[in-house]
């Protein structure tokens, strides 16, 4: 063959291309395979199919040795849940201790089985322990809700999960489910599931099990319940701490048992006529459950107890023996505690019979203090949490729309207002609560002296609608739409709960930042276990969901809502101790750098005092839960006392901290009143100051009137103190403790009068 022939060239081609098509690139061939959409979904397909094949051979593996007997699937740990302070001190306890007592199906009545059956599982004694048709149902349900609001579970799907699964809810959780009660239902009778699943069903009160629940709604054994009270029972199945009638009005739990007889009837378990019967039973409860608060902090510890029931489900919190670290600060709780009760106490022949306080730290959100009544004991005021209970904040509420104006750049501090009768459109004509009129003012005069007027004023600069929007992005969520209010919006028309203003007030000390108020750091269950938030895999609902579209969003957890150099001029003012004695005196200022704001609504129904340090803010109000007005007490005198013995009682052995100054905060001198008045030092975001005055610069603004002798020595410069050196307010105001490292909080001493300022 010749050397250069076409066939000998073409075989040996073949053979090179041949050993090279043994080297396999394998990062191209996966490329190439999944870049088909085709076979992207066949293999997710292929893997989600290989999952569905595992799941139940691994299921059953995995709890086979629970699965054997009665025995072993009831859990007959003691249960509840446990409350600790900051520092590991228990201070509450609910529903502690009860171990389950079991009774076989033989001593349940009939009725009772029949009630859980129709209200609840109604092809229970047919189905394979799973529904398809009500999993299909519940699906379409929780999407129209956003949210699961049905589950679609049978009677043995719910026995599965609260022997052997944990309360998220997910998707593999509740593949596991129908595997377990499938299962379940290969296993026993359905009678023995219908009575493993009543003596381990929870029904509220710490009382798992029909037998616990029949002595603890109604004193008796379960084998003694009639029909009125079974379909009790069941009806708070759903959720018991809604509808328990021991510790709600009975009349929600009385609705359900009409809703469990109706489905009895409708089943053929029982007659109209019994129905009837059973509904017009007077039901006697059992009234000596009742269990004392906690010691110190109740309003607290419910409050935390009701957000774990809400996020956790009352009955995972229970079983599991949730212990849970909150942040509570128990030695400054009682103090608080004291200083409330003392001064309502004080207060009472002026009309006022409530008082409340939030304590925060700024620079996380984490609640040090929550007093919500002046004594938990007062069955009339005091088992009223006022502390989340929404009021009209009065005056405290002005800085939310004066720091949108200074984040705008509408307003500086030195821009000259109108305090002068003034008609605003919607014919609206407000006044200063002396009715006095001072002609033209600083904005950081008007603030400082909370004058009206310019408040009113600077609300139209802003508008509502933005004054809104400011507010609900500083963690505000009680207000309704901007159309529902006019300009007195800036004087605190709206409702806003107490711990929320304090967290307003929080996020100015912290610059701007925004944080979520937050009373646990750490979560474990009766196993030391820690508990991490539930997960929820079926979050989407609320996408397909058209309805929730269009809902707002909720502030994110450390955002910056307001700028900081905003923030920081809210503080200047604030913190003036100069500028406010003008109309204060010396009632507000404390031994150290603080920012301060009173609030007071009309007609004296609620009087507020709120302020901050850098690390530590306080927010307090007095008043009557059923708004009637006390005797003009207004904010610096029935709540400002609080505020400062509360405040000067925990930074005693602090620091003295300065508020940081943005770098975009500059300072320039200025006359307000024309360049041959005498000037002072101001504030400016970087941009908006005026040229300097030139002149003659004193520590504060010749209009403001000369301290009386009760009010600060003022620095001598510069004007808005940062720094101020104030000096303790003589008596009658209320006086800090001589010795408040060595006072106990149970003998705070009784505010002394303070100076009625309106």
């Not at 000067?648 to 100054?661: G, K, S, V």
Request: contains cysteine.
């Amino acid at each position: 063959m010749h050397p250069r022939s076409r066939l000998k060239n073409t075989t040996q081609g073949k053979k090179n291309r041949l050993k090279q098509n043994k080297k396999i690139d394998w990062h191209s061939l996966v490329k190439k395979t999944l870049g088909n959409p085709k076979k992207k979904l066949l293999y997710a397909g292929l893997v989600v199919l290989v999952i569905l094949i595992i799941i139940p051979p691994a299921t059953y593996l995995y709890f086979a040795s629970d699965l054997k007997s009665k025995a072993s699937i009831m859990n007959t740990q003691e249960t509840g849940l446990t409350l600790l302070d900051r520092n590991g001190t228990p201070f509450y306890t609910y529903d502690l201790a009860k171990t389950i007592s079991y009774v076989p199906i033989s001593q349940i009545p009939k009725v009772t089985q029949y009630a859980l059956v129709a209200s609840e599982d109604k092809n229970f004694y047919t189905n394979p322990g799973f529904s398809v048709s009500g999993i299909v149902r519940a699906f379409f349900a929780d999407i129209f809700a956003g949210k699961i609001v049905e589950g679609g579970s049978t009677i043995t799907q719910e026995l599965a999960k609260n022997a052997f699964l944990s309360s998220s809810q997910n998707i593999l959780r509740k593949y596991q489910e129908l595997v377990l009660a499938a299962e379940l239902n290969r296993r026993f009778s359905k009678q023995d599931i219908l009575e493993l699943y009543l003596n381990s069903v929870y029904f509220g009160e710490g009382s798992f099990g029909i037998q616990n629940a029949s002595e603890t709604y109604f004193g008796i054994p379960a084998n003694n319940l009639d029909l009125a009270q079974s379909a009790l029972l069941i009806g708070v199945l759903p959720a018991p701490s809604i509808y328990s009638p021991l510790s709600n009005p009975p009349m929600y739990a009385l609705q359900r048992q009409k809703i469990v007889l109706n489905e009895m009837v409708a089943d053929g378990y029982i007659s109209q006529d019994q129905a009837n019967q059973a509904e017009n039973e007077t039901l006697t409860y059992n009234t000596t459950k009742p269990q004392p608060p906690a010691n110190i902090a109740p309003h607290f510890a419910l409050y935390i107890r009701d957000q774990l029931f809400k996020q956790y489900g009352e009955e995972a919190v229970v079983r599991d023996g949730f212990r849970v670290t909150t942040t509570l600060d128990s030695d400054l709780q009682q103090y608080a505690q004291t200083a409330v009760t003392n001064q309502v106490t004080y207060l009472k022949y002026d009309q006022a019979t409530n008082g409340a306080l939030v304590a925060l730290n700024p620079k996380n959100g984490q609640i040090l203090a929550m007093v919500g009544s002046y004594n938990w004991n007062d069955t009339k005021f005091g088992q009223t949490n006022m502390a989340v209970a929404p009021r009209q904040p009065g005056s405290s509420f002005k800085p939310i729309i004066y720091g949108r104006a200074f984040q705008d750049q509408l307003l500086t501090p030195a821009t000259i207002l109108q305090d002068v009768k003034t008609t605003f459109p919607g014919n609206y004509t407000p006044h200063d609560y002396d009715y006095r009129y001072r002609g033209n003012v600083t904005v950081r005069r008007a603030l400082s002296n909370s004058l009206n007027i310019p408040a009113v004023e600077v609300m139209e600069k802003v508008g509502v609608p933005n004054g809104l929007d400011q507010a609900q992005k500083m963690g505000i969520t009680t207000l309704q739409s901007a159309n529902h209010y006019g300009l007195s919006f800036v004087l605190g028309s709206g409702e806003v709960p107490l711990i929320q203003m304090t967290n307003v007030y929080a996020t100015f000390a912290d610059q701007g930042i925004y944080h979520n108020t937050t009373g646990i750091i750490q979560i474990k269950d009766k196993y030391g276990n820690t508990v991490t938030k539930p997960t929820n895999f079926f979050s989407f609902l609320s996408v397909l969901n058209p309805f929730s579209w269009f809902s707002n969003t909720t502030v994110n957890n450390n955002e910056q809502v307001i700028s900081p150099e905003a923030a920081y001029l809210i503080t200047s003012i604030l913190s003036d101790n100069a500028a406010r004695a003008e109309e204060f005196d010396g009632a507000l200022t404390i031994d150290r750098t603080a920012a301060v704001k009173t609030g007071t609504t009309d007609d004296f129904k609620d009087a507020l005092t709120l302020g901050y340090t850098p690390s530590f803010v306080v927010g307090v109000w007095v008043g009557n839960n059923n708004d009637k007005p006390m005797d003009s007490v207004a904010g610096s005198l029935g709540a400002a006392p609080i505020w400062r013995e509360v405040m000067e009682h925990y930074l005693i052995n602090e620091p003295n901290e300065t508020f940081p100054m943005p770098t975009d905060i500059v300072t320039e001198d200025v006359c307000p009143y024309g360049a041959y008045t005498a000037g002072y030092m101001e504030y400016f975001i970087d941009g908006t100051q005026p040229d300097s005055c030139n002149s003659t610069v004193t520590a504060y603004p010749t209009f403001t009137p000369a301290p009386t002798k009760n009010a600060p020595t003022p620095t001598n410069k510069p004007g808005p103190t940062n720094t101020p050196v104030p000096q303790p307010t003589a008596t009658p105001l209320l006086q800090p403790t001589d010795t408040p490292a060595q006072v106990t909080p149970t003998n705070t001493p009784t505010p002394t009068i303070g100076i009625h300022v309106p």
